[in-house]
């Protein structure tokens, strides 16, 4: 799969491959408890973006499009035709969605699509504190909204030393955003299930109520307490709720 996907917790005899896409400044580390909690259910797969970890050096994605490409790509050997799921957390989501379109169109729609802590996308961006693109704020501004969404441990965004491998990422992956444009286009026929905190900063309930209308399929909100990492205290939670979903239904390959 090349070195876009990571494999943490192999389960080749699940029947779906659940695909997790990372927050903005993320790595695929980010999902490694995820995959160890639910792998057996589904056969975790997750996105490595390029420019951090082990593809430090490489050039960051620019555009959304691009990342769909290579990941669609990198699930597409013959080898493996179990259909997939697809999973993302703030920006993930958005990554996620789009990706859920792509393979829509071409015929091969997922079984599910998890959106977490990101408003649907078909409203209007709320601007952040600084009321300028995120990319845009000096780095002091810029650690001060990562410490709002709490993503971060604290020691490490007070280390002078790391924050020069920190913040590009973020910046980088902020500038994606900032220049995706959401097109319309038909809702998706798979089922959507929406994850939120209750006291997320960027995402209102509301916000995360409104993923209803970008599908025909059956849709579902689960509101858990806490903020924009809200993931990270509700494991057990969400793989209930993975496991009760379609990728989590499907039968073993064995």
């Given amino acids: 799969m090349g070195d876009w996907i990571r494999s943490f917790h192999p389960a080749p005899a699940a029947g779906t491959r659940l695909v997790c896409f990372p927050h903005a400044g993320g790595s695929a580390s980010a999902y490694h408890a995820l995959s160890a909690a639910v792998s057996g259910t589904v056969d975790p ?28 790509a990198a699930l597409s050997g013959p080898s493996d035709i179990r259909p997939v799921a697809l999973f993302g957390h703030s920006m ?37 504190a600084a009321e300028r693109p995120v990319h845009e704020m000096s780095d002091h501004e810029l650690v001060d909204e990562m410490r709002k969404l709490s ?30 444009v959401h097109r319309a286009g038909p809702p998706l ?53 993975i496991a009760a979903s379609p990728a989590g239904r499907g039968a073993t390959t064995a």
């Fill in 45 to 72: 797969l997750v996105v490595q973006y390029p420019g951090r970890q082990e593809r430090y050096g490489e050039p960051f994605a620019e555009r959304s499009d691009d990342v769909v490409d290579a990941v669609l």
């Fill in 92 to 128: 993930g989501a958005v990554l996620a969605f789009e990706t859920a379109r792509r393979m829509t169109a071409e015929g091969r729609p997922p079984v599910v699509l998890f959106v977490s802590g990101r408003p649907a996308p078909s409203l209007p961006r709320r601007p952040a």
């Fill in 151 to 180: 993503g971060t441990a604290n020691e490490l965004l007070s280390s002078p030393d790391l924050l020069p491998l920190i913040l590009p990422p973020v910046r980088a992956d902020y500038r994606l955003l900032d220049a995706h």
């Fill in 189 to 241: 026929d798979c089922p959507v299930v929406a994850l939120t905190g209750d006291a997320d900063p960027r995402v209102t309930v509301e916000g995360a109520r409104a993923w209803e209308s970008e599908t025909r399929g059956d849709f579902s909100c689960h509101v858990l307490p806490g903020g924009h990492f809200f993931l990270d205290d509700h494991l057990p939670y969400v793989t209930e709720v």
